[in-house]
């Protein structure tokens, strides 16, 4: 089992920033590919940005040039560092972890982050 703890969500307004965290625990083994992906009310949940133990990083095009994504392995942690935020970035963040052999994932409870005009 791996549990996932979220941070770093908040109000803020439009063109500020945000850093999401992430930290995993429990049975983590190396080869693993953590990602935060968010949902707004009414809509379908969507990838924001994914990134691998190698570093190796994808984004939705729509957040590119905008958000990144980073990871520290000595803490199995990921974070999403949020620039030039919008209105319609207001959603509910969650983070996922999965092994990339195995099939198993795992998702943290979430964080709002809530973009003002």
């Known amino acids: 089992q791996v549990q996932l703890a979220e941070s770093g969500g908040g109000l803020v307004q439009a063109g500020g920033s945000l850093r999401l965290s992430c930290a995993a625990s429990?049975?983590?083994?190396?080869?693993?590919?953590m990602a935060w992906y968010r949902q707004a009310p009414g809509k379908q949940r969507e990838l924001v940005a994914s990134i691998t133990a190698a570093g190796t990083t994808y984004y939705k095009d729509s957040m590119k040039g905008r958000f990144t994504i980073s990871r520290d392995n000595a803490k199995n942690t990921v974070y999403l560092q949020m620039n030039s935020l919008k209105p319609e970035d207001t959603a509910v963040y969650y983070c996922?972890?999965?092994?990339?052999?195995?099939?198993?994932?795992?998702w943290g409870q979430g964080t709002q982050v809530t973009v003002s005009s």
């Open positions: 429990g049975s983590i083994f190396s080869s693993n590919v």
């Open positions: 996922n972890f999965r092994h990339v052999y195995g099939d198993d994932d795992y």
